[in-house]
């Protein structure tokens, strides 16, 4: 049974009923009092801070505004593995033919993949960036020294 809670003064608001009001709805999501685990608002949705000043909106279309957002990783699995010993490189020749075939990057899913999936995962994704990052720093350095060798006539 979900107890219902009114706040008014205006500012509507109503948990577990199923009319709409004008300035918004929040109610627990669920059949028959059932699997209420989740909260559906309608309506943008402000978090602030105790001074009220706004932290994070959230707007109907699906867009968010934060100012700044932190995102879990496991640091076992940041991407200076790439600066390892161990580590093998893909060739630039190699790199070349793979883009030529695949149309994306190694290891980054291609733009199929990403519309299939519908969503990505930042923590993810900023660590694959973080890999090219570094492989792309490993290959100037591969070249600088292919360079000198050129320039000292070796």
């Known amino acids: 049974w979900i107890s219902p809670l009114i706040l008014y003064a205006d500012g509507t608001v109503g948990i577990g009923f199923t009319t709409s009001y004008s300035s918004g709805e929040l109610k627990p999501l669920g059949s028959s009092g059932t699997n209420n685990d989740k909260l559906a608002i309608k309506g943008d949705v402000s978090i602030v801070d105790n001074n009220h000043e706004r932290q994070i909106k959230m707007y109907q279309d699906g867009t968010m505004k934060v100012r700044e957002l932190y995102v ?3 640091t076992d699995q940041i991407a200076d593995y790439v600066f390892k010993d161990d580590y093998e490189l893909m060739s630039l020749n190699d790199l070349k033919q793979y883009i030529n075939n ?3 990057l190694p290891n980054v899913p291609s733009a199929e993949e990403f519309g299939e999936r519908g969503e990505m995962n930042l923590g993810e994704m900023d660590n694959l960036l973080l890999e090219k990052v570094e492989e792309l ?4 350095l591969q070249l600088e ?3 000198a060798e ?3 006539g070796e």
Do not use: A, D, F
Not at 137 to 140: A, D, E, K, S, V
């Open 137 to 140: 720093t490993l290959y100037i």
């Open 150 to 152: 050129l320039e000292s």
């Open 72 to 74: 879990v990783v496991e």
């Open 145 to 147: 020294e292919r360079i």
């Open 102 to 104: 695949n149309g994306h």
